[in-house]
């Protein structure tokens, strides 16, 4: 089992700091449109509203400065054209095509998930790439998503080519191999946004995926390709030519198997978001 701090140290900490990576140390990338670590003094994002003017968007104390946000839209469209990795690694999620970039303002206003600001793929060509891939034998995610079901069979979330976190119709949130086996899996949650927490174990073969209601456990059914380690190079990126569709909110992804650690992190995840 992983630990950062004992269990009463890390309760108290949960309470005291509002910080996300301040508690949950150690992230390999960590993209959100709140702020994540009091020790980052960085952007949120860069957007764009025609793909050649630039901003980059900070925060306001916490939260996203939504009223710069809105200020550079001007009353129309903007788009995220890097996502920056709050991890202190600076892999940034990048997209230098202005079509294929994921809409963040609408009509003047910040878009919405749950009362948060949120970044919206559109399901047709909308994706991000890591600056460097990463590669690791052992991965968990933990992830505030609203995945649109009714796209397509599949959608990524971390991921290279038709392999990784993927979302699927008939099984929901699981992992992939090259030869789409399905590693890990949950039934259909349905088109609702959720705090999705997912591991995997290169070593004993086993994984969990955790949504804020659902809980699977199971054993890896293709370890081969896990203990010679996986590439993740797109961030909510294509599978088998289908994109993803829907909202995202934050991606916080680590090379290690974090086991018996999602319930708190599905606590401190819901104290912001309040999902459920």
């Not at 001007?74 to 999620?93: E, L």
């Not at 919206?120 to 079901?149: E, H, K, M, Q, Y």
């Not at 949130?173 to 039934?187: A, E, H, Q, V």
Request: charged share 15%; with cysteine; hydrophobic share 30%.
């Amino acid at each position: 089992m992983s630990t950062i701090f004992n269990i009463s140290d890390k309760i108290k900490l949960e309470n005291e700091n509002p910080y996300f990576l301040d508690v949950f140390t150690g992230s390999s990338v960590a993209f959100s449109l709140r702020k994540l670590s009091s020790s980052y003094t960085g952007s949120a994002v860069k957007v764009t509203t025609n793909g050649s003017d630039n901003a980059d968007i900070g925060f306001d104390g916490f939260e996203l400065d939504t009223a710069s946000l809105e200020t550079f839209a001007n009353g129309g469209d903007a788009y995220v054209s890097t996502w920056y990795d709050q991890s202190g690694n600076a892999n940034n999620a990048v997209q230098t095509s202005f079509s294929a970039m994921p809409k963040i303002v609408s009509n003047g206003s910040v878009i919405l998930e749950n009362g948060k600001p949120c970044i919206l793929s559109d399901g047709i060509d909308d994706r991000w790439f890591l600056t460097t891939g990463i590669t690791t034998t052992d991965a968990t995610l933990f992830a505030v998503l609203n995945n649109d079901i009714g796209n397509s069979s599949y959608s990524a979330i971390f991921n290279s080519s038709s392999s990784g976190f993927i979302y699927h119709n008939s099984y929901g949130y699981n992992f992939r191999s090259n030869n789409y086996y399905k590693l890990i899996d949950i039934n259909d949650i349905g088109n609702n946004s959720h705090l999705i927490f997912t591991a995997i174990n290169s070593s004993s073969g086993d994984g969990y995926i955790t949504d804020e209601q659902n809980f699977n456990y199971a054993s890896i059914q293709n370890q081969t390709l896990v203990n010679s380690g996986y590439t993740y190079t797109q961030v909510l990126g294509d599978v088998f030519s289908k994109k993803y569709k829907g909202t995202s909110q934050e991606l916080i992804f680590y090379t290690s198997y974090k086991d018996g650690e999602q319930d708190s992190f599905m606590s401190k995840g819901n104290k912001y978001y309040k999902i459920y």
